[in-house]
């Protein structure tokens, strides 16, 4: 990481995330936030992301949506960290931000997908030994989101993802997978965008997705 | 560094000069114990609710707004938070941080020596539960891969139960849910091994200890099994299995979010694959059996307690044409009719985050009915036994458990019109400290005293563990102590009062544990002391003997080795195989010995080899395991010396194959086996007859045989499915 551009690129995170955090409201916050967590690529651009989210809650201690974005970053970047005792490290600091969120809004079907979702990512740490816990608590909250709104496209984009890592004699595998995502496809033209503070990632990962499975 | 850090300052410098003109910096970098710069920690001010993040080489620079007191806290993955109050005045402040590692984020030291875990709480372990399940060989039996590690004498075919380094059957003792689980094995006829009764999927814990194990139990000179059983499960299932042995059925249900049953039942018959497989003996009854169980788990006031059930009842039965023990060369009916009732529960309760109780309660009554010839003989045992233990965390360096357990055992045995009995309880208390001045460094001393009431004695055995981790994946450990135990009931139930027996134990084991690979070395010295003797009979091999002469505590022993450990699942992807090789030096004086010998159990050299490979593409994983024992002793009466004949050495090649496979909501495993497959006519030793003119060989009641069955999996989802 020598290249010196990557240097004043952080150094103008820096002062981004300096801005961010005046910012007036937690929506103007969270959108650069977070559209940086879901457009980053690398692990520093990822990390800035989560810094920033982590400084937003600092500010809103008390708000879902920076609770959510908190814990949803972390997840994020458990997937793409390499060292297994590091990304059960994330996941603790995100299970610290969820449950702050669960607290604020228990019954509520994005609590129920966050839950699902870190479920996921405990799991493919060590998917050999932890399949069974965590792909029962997985099945188990997107079961109880999908009770509370069927048309949510996140339950099939993650229910498809983690089938398209299971094998194919556990009933995993490309085909089951895109049937999934492509149903997740569908509900994400149609659902609702309009604000940051209820959540609506996933389509662009589902994409990625669905052209992984046509490969 | 230091251009990145004036450039750095220069944007922000630029970036903010515009917003505001009275304001102030605090700035500095960010490093951890060893001097290691820490990127992307994140800083905060409270007051000022302002914040940063470091860079990858560590340096933040936050402009702030407020003077006066603020506090500073900075977090970063992998450590503790850092928080200092700090003042803020209108100059720049140069805070430069040392961050530090929480001690439980911190690769712990782990007192290993003796104790082989396989859990899937812990991310790093020796072994996984699942990877017991799936030893070859092992015909699904936890007993069956246990015999594949460290320490532990293969079994030939011809014996039950677990020896370990140079102990007998009698000195090793299975645990479930912290109580003694008596009659761990199913009964059958001498000479044809027994699986254990418990079923292995439903343990989420193993934890074998090949000796020096805690003070919390005692009553086993060797070794200590102690499993533990699954939580409350996540989802309903239902599973179905049939094989050549017999048909189950088992399943989970959940009453609510803090309650489920389980419940399984099964019926053996082994008339399928005894038909296929030529047997070295004759059944003229096959075995046939059944077993029922039932299990309530509940959760407690959110997660702090957890209460556990366990109810099982079976029965088997068989019958076969054996070597006369008393008469070699002849053959002997021998049948037994089995009847076992079983009660275990466990309720542990966290008071608070420092103080855990714990309690456990067990029951079991064994009936045996044995048709020996033309004597007739019944044998019941009955055991309860109660637990109850505390333990407290006094700070995260030191924590104390401190518990008693009290056991009511009986025994009697009717042979013909000869009748013997014999009623027992044992009383136990225990302490046991754990301290760690340091994470490096860890101490377990604990001490244990029981009383015996049939005996009217007492011991106090003390136990010490120790570990000292000697870098970032390697240890060295070391566990010993003393352990007592009484003598064997076929004793007491004649009347005889014999001294507790005793042996001392030491052990130091090195191990290596990075990402897949395990590496493990571990040597020891165990002493024998006041092991039975009977006194004033002549030797014979046969262990249905009663006649015990004169018995006393004058036999004594040393058994001393070497255990090595492999495991890779990194060379090869797919592949995970382990080695282990022990090497043992044993002999003891004991029971009618008649002098130090080592015991016709005992393999000098014993080698396991087990590989598992997974072929996704054809879903199908298979599984060997090569085992090796040189050849075990066997009494010679026409040789001068005692116990010095050795029988040829064993060998074993057992493969497995698993094919996986989903429809739609049934999960299927279609399992092929193969035991012996080279068809080596393994010979364990010789008997004499009573002239000593003829030899008969012991051989295995197998050689190659074929197994065959399938298990079907329902899991059970929401009505409209997603």
Redesign the interface.
């Known amino acids: 990481?020598r290249p010196f551009f990557?240097?004043?690129t952080?150094?103008?995170?820096?002062?981004l995330?300096?801005?961010v955090?005046?910012a007036q409201t937690l929506e103007e916050s969270l959108v650069p936030a977070f559209q940086q967590i879901d457009t980053s690529k690398t692990m520093?651009g990822m990390?800035?992301a989560?810094?920033?989210l982590?400084?937003i809650t600092?500010?809103f201690p008390n708000e879902y949506a920076s609770n959510y974005y908190s814990a949803y970053a972390k997840a994020m970047i458990s997937y793409v960290e390499k060292d297994?005792?590091?990304r059960?490290?994330?996941l603790d600091?995100a299970d610290k931000f969820f449950l702050k969120a669960q607290q604020i809004k228990p019954n509520d079907q994005e609590t129920y997908i966050l839950a699902a979702l870190l479920a996921n990512a405990r799991l493919s740490?060590?998917g050999?030994?932890?399949w069974k816990?965590f792909g029962?608590?997985f099945?188990?909250n997107?079961?109880a989101a999908?009770?509370i709104n069927?048309n949510n496209p996140r339950?099939?984009h993650l229910?498809g993802v983690a089938l398209f890592f299971t094998?194919?004699?556990?009933?995993g595998g490309v085909k089951n997978a895109s049937e999934?995502l492509e149903k997740a496809s569908l509900l994400f033209s149609s659902q609702d965008s309009s604000s940051i503070l209820i959540p609506h990632w996933g389509e662009k990962r589902n994409a990625e997705f669905m052209a992984k499975c046509d490969e | 560094m230091t251009r990145t850090l004036q450039i750095s300052t220069l944007f922000i410098g630029l970036f903010l000069s515009v917003t505001s003109f009275s304001q102030t910096t605090i700035k500095g970098v960010i490093k951890d114990k060893k001097g290691v710069e820490v990127p992307y920690a994140t800083i905060f001010l409270s007051v000022n609710k302002e914040g940063g993040m470091t860079d990858e080489e560590g340096v933040y620079s936050i402009t702030l707004k407020i003077t006066g007191k603020d506090t500073i806290r900075v977090s970063s993955i992998g450590f503790d938070d850092f928080i200092l109050p700090v003042d803020i005045e209108n100059k720049e402040i140069v805070l430069n941080i040392t961050m530090k590692e929480p001690v439980e984020y911190l690769d712990e030291v782990v007192i290993s020596a003796g104790t082989i875990e396989a859990n899937n709480e812990r991310s790093v372990a020796v072994l996984k539960p699942l990877d017991i399940v799936t030893v070859a060989g092992g015909q699904g039996d936890i007993i069956g891969a246990i015999q594949t590690l460290p320490g532990v004498q293969r079994n030939g075919g011809d014996q039950t139960g677990l020896m370990v380094r140079g102990g007998d059957v009698n000195e090793s003792t299975m645990i479930i849910d912290g109580t003694i689980a008596q009659n761990a094995f199913q009964s059958g006829a001498p000479g044809v091994s027994q699986r254990s009764r418990f079923n292995p999927f439903q343990f989420k814990g193993t934890s074998f200890s090949s000796g020096g194990y805690t003070a919390r139990y005692g009553q086993a000179l060797s070794a200590i099994l102690d499993l533990q059983t699954n939580d409350l499960p996540e989802k309903d299932n239902v599973n179905f299995g049939a094989n050549m042995a017999g048909i189950s059925l088992s399943g989970s249900k959940l009453l609510d979010k803090k309650n489920a049953i389980e419940y399984s039942g099964s019926y053996q018959n082994l008339q399928p694959f005894y038909g296929i497989t030529p047997t070295n003996i004759k059944f003229y009854k096959v075995p046939q059996g059944g077993t029922f169980s039932t299990r309530w788990i509940s959760k407690l006031d959110d997660n702090k307690g957890l209460f556990k059930m366990n109810f099982s009842r079976s029965f088997n039965k068989t019958g076969v044409e054996i070597n006369n023990p008393a008469y070699p060369g002849s053959t002997i009916n021998f049948n037994v009719q089995n009847e076992n009732t079983y009660i275990n529960s466990s309720f542990k309760y966290w008071a608070s985050d420092k103080l855990k109780y714990f309690t456990a309660f067990s029951y079991s009554n064994n009936t045996d009915n044995l048709g020996f010839g033309t004597a007739s003989i019944v044998r019941n045992d009955s055991r309860a036994q109660g637990r109850a233990e505390l333990w407290y965390e006094f700070n995260n360096k030191f924590n104390v458990l401190a518990g008693s357990e009290i056991q009511r055992i009986s025994y009697l045995e009717k042979f013909n019109a000869i009748v013997g009995a014999f009623d027992e309880t044992m009383s136990a208390g225990y302490l046991e400290g754990e301290y760690k001045p340091f994470r490096k460094l860890a101490f377990k001393p604990g001490v244990r005293g029981e009383y015996s009431q049939l005996l009217a004695k007492g011991n106090i055995a003390p136990r010490l563990a120790m570990a000292y981790k000697t870098g970032a994946f390697s240890q060295i450990s070391f566990a010993g102590g003393a352990f007592y135990q009484t003598a064997s009931p076929n004793y007491l139930i004649q009347g005889y009062r014999p001294d507790f027996q005793n042996s001392n134990h030491y052990m130091l084991n090195y191990q290596i544990m990075k990402k897949n690979r395990v590496f493990r070395l571990e040597g020891y010295y165990k002493s024998y002391q006041q092991l039975i003797r009977e006194k004033g009979v002549n030797y014979t091999p046969n262990q249905f003997r009663f006649n015990f002469g004169e018995l006393d505590n004058s036999g004594s022993g040393y058994a001393q080795g070497i255990d090595f450990f492999w495991r890779d699942k990194e060379t090869v992807k797919g592949l995970d195989y382990w080695i282990s090789y022990s090497y043992i030096d044993t002999k003891r004086l004991y029971q009618n010995y008649i002098s130090k010998a080592t015991p016709d159990y005992v393999s000098n050299h014993n080698l396991n080899i087990v590989a598992k490979y997974l072929v996704e593409k054809i879903q199908t994983n298979f599984s060997a395991t090569y085992s090796f024992s040189s050849g075990r002793p066997y009494y010679n009466p026409n040789s001068p010396t005692f116990l010095t004949d050795h029988a040829p050495a064993f060998q074993n090649l057992a493969l497995t194959a698993s094919y996986l496979r989903t429809f739609k909501k049934i999960f299927a495993v279609f399992y092929l086996s193969f035991d012996n497959i080279l068809n080596t006519k393994n010979v364990l030793g010789y008997r004499y007859s009573e002239d000593g003119t003829q030899r008969y060989p012991i051989i295995p009641p197998l050689y190659r045989s074929i197994f065959i069955g399938m298990n079907l999996s329902f899991s059970q989802f929401s009505q409209d499915e997603l």
């Open positions: 990481m990557i240097k004043i952080l150094t103008v995170a820096i002062a995330s300096i801005t955090v005046n520093g990390m800035s989560a810094a920033k982590d400084l600092n500010k297994a005792k590091r059960d490290l994330f600091m740490v060590d050999g030994s932890r816990k029962e608590i099945d188990k997107l079961n999908k009770e069927p339950i099939y229910k094998p194919k004699m556990f009933g999934q």
